[in-house]
Each structure stands twice: as C-alpha cells, then as structure tokens.
Nanobody, 120 residues
Framework: QLVESGGGLVQTGDSLRLSCAAS????????MGWFRQAPGKEREFVAT????????VYADSVKGRFTISRDNAKNTVYLQMNSLKPEDTAVYYC???????????????WGQGTQVTVSS
C-alpha cells in the first residue's frame, strides 16, 4: 500500500514536498516514481528513482525544479518541488514496481494521489 501526503494550495514560485509512505512490501528492493494527472489530461511521468536512490530520471518539464529521493529505512519516497508553476497543478501519484527504474511505465502498484494546486 502506498499513501501520498504533502499536497496543497500554493502560489507560483513556492515549494512543496510530497511524501509517499509504503507498507506491506519490500520497499527497499523496488523502483519508485511519481506521476501526475492534470484535469482533462492523460497521466504523465514526473520522476523515477532506483532501489538505492543512486539513479534518477526526470521529465523535461520538471528537470532542475523537482527532486526525487527515498529513505529506505522509513519506507518513504519524496518529491521536492521547487519553483512551482500553475502548469504543475495536478493530482500527484506515487507508484512502484519490481522493474528497472527506467521501465517506469511498468510500475504496478499505486497510491491514491494527492492534489497540488499552484495559483498564479
């Protein structure tokens, strides 16, 4: 089970940190990622991280502003979001799977999502 938290309403340029707590799985062995879905749009990839946190990939739209990290001792993955823009407004989902981190399209367990709204 994955439970996201940390979403909210912020202004352009603000920062937020999302957290995703995992339970019931061998978290430290799984690749993890963040995805988002804006109203009326398809869900899109945001970032992914491998099992030990040493390898990451980001969508071009968030590169340089967002940072994914994980703490395997706490069974938690994070998404630090800086310099937020209105176009970052979406429901953010945490996901994971027993696949290479770059095969994020295969992630097969998902959280329920947390809303991030960025006002202009």
């Amino acid at each position: 089970q994955l439970v996201e938290s940390g979403g909210g309403l912020v202004q352009t340029g603000d920062s937020l940190r999302l957290s995703c707590a995992a339970s019931g799985r061998a978290f430290s062995s799984y690749s993890m990622g963040w995805f988002r879905q804006a109203p009326g749009k398809e869900r899109e990839f945001v970032a992914t991280i491998n099992w030990n946190g040493r390898n990451t990939v980001y969508a071009d739209s968030v590169k340089g502003r967002f940072t994914i990290s994980r703490d395997n001792a706490k069974n938690t993955v994070y998404l630090q979001m800086n310099s937020l823009k209105p176009e970052d407004t979406a429901v953010y989902y945490c996901a994971g799977g027993n696949f290479p981190y770059f095969n994020y399209e295969r992630f097969d367990f998902w959280g329920q999502g947390t809303q991030v709204t960025v006002s202009s």
